[in-house]
DNA sequence: TTACTATATAATAATTATTACTATTTGTCA
DNA sequence: TGACAAATAGTAATAATTATTATATAGTAA
């Protein structure tokens, strides 16, 4: 893994900050550089606990609206649960999914040069994996218009 | 995508239940015919609601832990929210991601294959794409184990 | 510096989603 | 048919997400 500069890392937060017209509070600060150091992609909940080390009175609601607006500069990146709740698929053949980041639909995809991407052999060695998913994101035809 | 055959369908989900000794209830039918014949992923709220049309005292946790058979017995899968809540990832650069079904982490790793990896044309062409992301799914060194 | 103002914050409440519980009912098989 | 393990309805408990509001603060410009 390309080791993150955290400094840089920084550097851009600030810049975009800037550019959006948010302000600096330390709230903000910790809770980004809580995220840059972990490894373990965080809940919203243990970003709080994290954070209220150095911040003993911030609010789990600070950091809800901070993460999101993390995600909106682009900053940082769901990795689970984007839309509201679990979801499930009858549809167990080869296919792949597009999820709208505006209307949070799914939609069903087929490719050839999908189903053919393979699982690298030292992950194979590595985990016992079962499954491959690929996931595109962006927004969908009725979403792109409104935009 | 390839029609799903709902017959076929059935037929290996009376196998399944058998094999697993899982009776074979008007509620396990209905839903997973539901799923079935569904193409947007529903959540359990949903697939309770669209039920009760057929099962009008069908309850909420009948539903509930019926998806998550159908999930144990791989006739149906999830789409969205594996695990309990949102989590997030600092780490913009290019990465890609392994999830463990049992103790639910999720693990970076690189790969310059998976890198390469394009977008399909006619699906840019479709949609306004900005992102791709590839999961493996299985189980980690540590629950591999356990098993 | 100081005063101003838009934004951010803490604290908490409301809503929504998930999971657990128990008494009753229902498939299945002998 | 009758016995019994498994499944269900109804509901309660927990957990996660989102909204609200009064107060505080960062950034700006005099």
Known sequence: MKKLNVEEA??????????????ITPQRVFIYQELLQATDHPSIDEIYQRVKDSLPNISFDT?????????????????????????????????HHFRCLKCHKIIDFDSDYY?????????QRKFNIVAKKIMLEGFCEECSQIE
């Open 115 to 123: 189903d053919k991407v393979i699982i690298p052999e030292e992950l």
């Open 10 to 23: 920084m550097k851009i937060f600030y810049q975009k900050c800037e550019e959006r017209g948010l302000k």
């Open 63 to 95: 950091v809800y609206r901070t993460a999101f607006s993390l995600t909106e500069m682009k900053l940082v990146d769901i990795v689970e649960g984007h839309s509201g709740s679990r979801r499930f698929d009858a549809n167990t053949g080869p296919h």
